[in-house]
Every structure is written in structure tokens, then in C-alpha cells.
């Protein structure tokens, strides 16, 4: 059943949505690349240039009048504000410089010079005009492009900005460039085979739809059944005691999981 802001409680959704992107602000500000992750932002626009109000929320000139009747999930759409920003995937937010965004991307990525880059997400941020862009590197094992990667893509992202908004438009819209991070969330069934090799956090239902989460290595995946064989990862986060590996009973269990019941994978770093 779809709501309006008005029947949900009009100014608290408001406020709630305007302190979401306020902490979203915060986090990318001050939040620390997860190791194995590359970072590099290209700004063509400053990011402070939203101010917050007294009760510390990001000021974003929502006009009540305009929205009072609109389904809330149109208006969460349309600022941009999902519950999972770190999922991969496409969101332009509806705006016509994040389709443009989108665009550039796509076609600077056809360029001979970033081959074997391809986008793992992209996601217009509409309350500060910003694109964030997360590129996968195909050719290497964890999917992480390097940092030279990262900046042939922004000056060339960069100059198609402006071919595709011009000069002043384009100098509106800021954008930052990273690699999807170390413990990126993988595709499924896609990526299954791809990332065979590594340790992966599964997060998976049982017989009784219970969630389970566990780290696990995949043993054999049949596409035809579309069911998963695993076994326990031998890292820290299954060591019986610290400092010793897995038992041999431990290292001889398996996990049969239905693709259907595989509900979230990352790749699993071991601290």
C-alpha cells in the first residue's frame, strides 16, 4: 500500500528523510576507506554549499506544499536517499544531470584506455547534486581497479560531463570515483563463479526461513539445479580458538544452500 506524506505524518517524515541525508553527508566526510579500497573525488562543485538548520538537519529547500498528497517512496526516490546506498546498481534520482551522469559514464567506459573497467554502482545524491560512481575491475580478483584507473576515468568522465551538460551545467554537478571497497556486495547469481576463490560472508535462510549468516567458501555451484555447495572459510572469524585453524571435521562440512535462499553475499575480510 503506498502512502502520502501527509498520512504518514507530514513534517516527521520530512525531518526524518532530511536527517538521513544529513548523516549520509557526515559518514562520507569523515568515514575512513575500508582497506583494499581506492578513493579519488573529482569536485566541480562544492559540497558545502547546503547549509544545516537549527535542529542540525541538512537544509534542503523541500517545499511542503509541493509534496503534501505525493506517495512517500516517490519523495525518498526523488531526494536520492535509499536504505542500502552500498548496494550495486544504477539510480540517476530521476534528475536529468544524473541521466547525463549515467551516459558520460557508460560511454567513457567503451574507451580502449579503462578496458575491463565497467560500473559495479552509480547513484545520483540529489540534495547535493553529486554522483557517487563505483567502477569493478573484471580482470583482477577482488574487483578493485587501481588508483591510475580511477584517474583516467575522472578526467575523462570529467570532459564528457561538459559535452554532455556544457561548461556551466556541468560545473554544478560534483562527482567521486572509488572502487566498490573490500568487502563489496556481490551480484547473484552473477558472481558466484567470479569470486569462487575468496571467502565470502553468506547471509542466507534455512529449512524454517530462519537467517543464518556465516563465512563460507563455495565448493560447487550448479546453475541447472540452481543450488550452492559450501564449506566454512579457514579464517579467523571460524577459528575454534585464536591463533588455530579449523578442525577436520570443521574443514569436512558442507553447506547445501538453494540459490533462492541466498538472501545477501560480501567478500569477506578477515581482521
Known amino acids: 500500500m503506498r502512502h502520502s506524506l501527509r498520512e504518514l505524518g507530514g513534517n516527521n517524515v520530512i525531518n526524518r528523510l532530511q536527517r538521513h541525508a544529513s548523516l549520509a553527508v557526515r559518514k562520507s566526510a569523515t568515514r575512513a576507506a575500508p582497506k583494499g579500497s ?12 547546503f547549509e544545516e538548520d537549527e535542529d542540525g538537519f541538512l537544509d534542503l529547500d523541500i517545499d511542503e506544499d509541493e509534496i503534501d498528497g505525493r506517495d512517500a517512496e516517490d519523495v525518498v526516490g526523488a531526494l536520492g536517499l535509499g536504505e542500502d546506498d552500498q548496494e550495486p546498481g544504477t539510480s ?8 547525463a551522469g549515467l551516459r558520460a559514464a557508460e560511454k567513457v567506459l567503451k574507451a580502449p584506455a579503462l578496458d575491463g573497467l565497467a560500473i559495479y554502482m552509480f547513484r ?5 547534486k553529486k554522483l557517487d560512481i563505483r567502477l569493478d575491475k573484471l580482470t583482477d580478483l577482488y574487483g578493485s581497479p587501481s588508483i591510475d584507473d580511477i584517474e583516467k576515468f575522472s578526467r575523462m568522465m570529467f570532459l564528457e560531463m ?9 560545473g554544478e554537478v560534483s562527482f567521486e570515483v572509488s572502487s566498490p571497497g573490500a568487502e563489496r556486495q556481490l551480484l547473484l547469481p552473477q558472481d558466484l563463479a567470479r569470486f569462487q576463490q575468496l571467502p565470502l560472508r553468506v547471509e542466507y ?14 565448493v560447487t555451484y550448479d546453475e541447472e539445479a540452481c543450488t550452492t555447495t559450501w564449506r566454512l572459510a579457514n579464517v579467523r572469524a571460524n577459528a575454534p580458538v585464536k591463533g588455530r585453524s579449523l578442525s577436520k571435521k570443521q574443514k569436512e562440512q558442507t553447506f547445501e544452500i538453494a540459490v533462492s535462499s541466498l538472501i545477501k ?3 569477506h575480510v578477515d581482521f
Open 38 to 49: 581506492t578513493q579519488h573525488t573529482v569536485v566541480g562543485r562544492r559540497d558545502d554549499d
Open 92 to 99: 540517476t534520482g530521476g534528475t536529468f544531470w544524473g541521466e
Open 124 to 128: 545520483a545524491i540529489v540534495p547535493q
Open 162 to 170: 561538459e559535452a554532455q551538460l556544457g561548461t556551466e551545467a556541468a
Open 205 to 218: 535462510t534455512d529449512s524454517t526461513g530462519s537467517p543464518i549468516t556465516k563465512v563460507l567458501e563455495l
Open 265 to 267: 553475499l560480501r567478500i
